[in-house]
């Protein structure tokens, strides 16, 4: 393999500055020595390596470090955690971008000063509790799940929370969510920050799943789950608040896309060099060499979309990515992934349905990212309703 062109084709990793460099080349080097050699286990055993969040808190890689660092950069970031394992790479941003992004934009002084510091040290880990079992993509006008408002006397309130959520990431084992309810009064969409061990909140793993096994994902149970005022996201109160953090996470998602390409074609270029059938390698066979070319302009077309997302990030304000430009991405980046990754098990031929191979890990893996985030279907919507001014969505 020496001596063969990256599959960051057209070097768009040259656009970082020079600390941020060093520092990816940091990350690459935790990811070679304390994940590769490990992922498929954990992945087989649907085992989450807690022991490796200390040295992955070390990093420097939490939301308040990475303000002085480039969108470019934290979009690399996720696309080469993804890249080694897309577990690791989704724990990461749940935890950071959904439930520490959340603290930082919408949480009081108290709150941040009680669960930023361990947060951000991943002494402590969060989880974003949105889904439930009835409503997914139309979760925004069906949530069930309601929160009620109750007086204690002498301007003291709590809340008690019932209902269900699914799907939840990290949910397991995390310390808190931030978890979405209804008003049961009003019908205003509420957040609270959700202590896991509080008395009526029960935690199931989601058994048997086909991707992302190493992250794990809770089925949670809320029965009379009382909740503190002072637990309460006291700035949110519409759907347009959850929008703003699901823009952040839906673009670092796509970024996600990015990573599990440039895997597939790590993997599959490698394989198709080195095995040989009817005498030569692969990789000499027309039909493989159009795959693999295909798989590189896929992933390339993905990074170089992201990269302008990145780039328009970085001018903010008015030029900031709108949503309908973060759903085209994601839409068409998860569409392209999947493309890339059923070519990448094909070349891998029978090799390619063990996990042993690392390329059925990285093609099960990508059916996560392809529904996750607002499903692929639901972002062409919303960027179909952008393009048309009209809704197909409902
Ligand atoms: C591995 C994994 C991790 C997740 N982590 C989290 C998490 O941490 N927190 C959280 O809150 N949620 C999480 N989710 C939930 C995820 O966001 C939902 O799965 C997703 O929004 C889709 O919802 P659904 O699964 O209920 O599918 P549905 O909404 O039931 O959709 C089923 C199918 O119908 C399609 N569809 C739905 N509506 C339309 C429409 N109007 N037009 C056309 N097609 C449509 C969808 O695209 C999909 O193909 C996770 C999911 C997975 C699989």
């Keep these: 393999m020496t001596g063969l062109p990256e599959a960051d084709f057209y070097g768009f990793e040259s656009l970082l500055t020079a600390t941020e460099a060093a520092k990816l080349a940091q990350l690459r080097g935790f990811l070679a020595g304390e994940v590769a050699p490990h992922a498929t286990g954990w992945w087989n055993d649907a085992e989450f390596p ?93 949530m069930a799940t309601t929160a009620r408002r109750v007086e204690d006397g002498a301007g003291a309130t709590h809340w008690v ?101 440039l895997a597939a074609f790590d993997v599959a270029r490698a394989y198709a060099v080195e095995r040989r059938q009817f005498g030569k390698p692969l990789a000499s066979f027309q039909l493989i060499q159009g795959q693999l070319v295909k798989m590189l302009g896929n992933a390339t077309s993905s990074l170089a979309m992201m990269v302008r ?27 392209a992934m999947r493309e890339t990754v059923a070519m990448g098990r094909a070349i891998l031929g029978g090799n390619g349905i063990v996990t042993d191979y690392r390329m059925a890990k990285i093609f099960a893996d990508a059916e996560a990212i392809y529904t996750y985030e607002g499903s692929q279907e639901v972002n062409t919507l919303i960027a179909g309703r952008a393009v048309t001014g009209i809704s197909a969505i409902v």
């Excluded at 503190?228 to 796509?254: M, P, Q, Y």
């Excluded at 990030?313 to 008015?318: E, L, N, S, V």
Aim: charged share 20%; proline share 2%; hydrophobic share 45%.
């Design 309 to 335: 997302i990145a780039a328009l990030q970085d001018a903010g304000g008015d030029a900031d990515a709108t949503m309908a430009q973060v759903a085209l991405a994601k839409a068409h980046t998860t569409a």
């Design 161 to 261: 929370l019932n209902g269900a959520k699914r799907w939840i990431g990290n949910g397991t084992f995390c310390n808190h969510m931030m978890l979405w309810a209804k008003d049961a009064d009003t019908g205003a969409v509420r957040a609270f920050i959700l202590d896991a061990s509080l008395p009526g909140v029960t935690r199931t793993k989601i058994e048997n799943k086909i991707a992302l096994r190493t992250v794990q994902n809770a089925h949670i149970l809320l029965d009379d789950v009382r909740v503190e005022e002072r637990d309460r996201f006291s700035g949110i109160g519409s759907f347009a608040d959850t929008n703003k953090l699901l823009r952040s996470s839906r673009i670092s998602v796509a970024w996600q896309a990015v990573g599990q390409q």
């Design 50 to 142: 807690a022991h490796i969040l200390p040295g992955l808190a070390a990093l420097g890689l939490a939301v308040p470090d990475r303000r002085h660092f480039s969108h470019l950069f934290t979009g690399l970031v996720v696309a080469e955690m993804t890249r080694t394992d897309t577990s690791l790479a989704t724990f990461f941003l749940v935890h950071h971008d959904l439930f520490v992004q959340a603290l930082i934009d919408f949480g009081s002084q108290d709150q941040k000063e009680r669960l930023l510091p361990d947060a951000i040290a991943l002494r402590t880990t969060g989880a974003f509790a949105l889904t439930e079992p009835e409503h997914g993509s139309d979760v925004a006008g069906g």
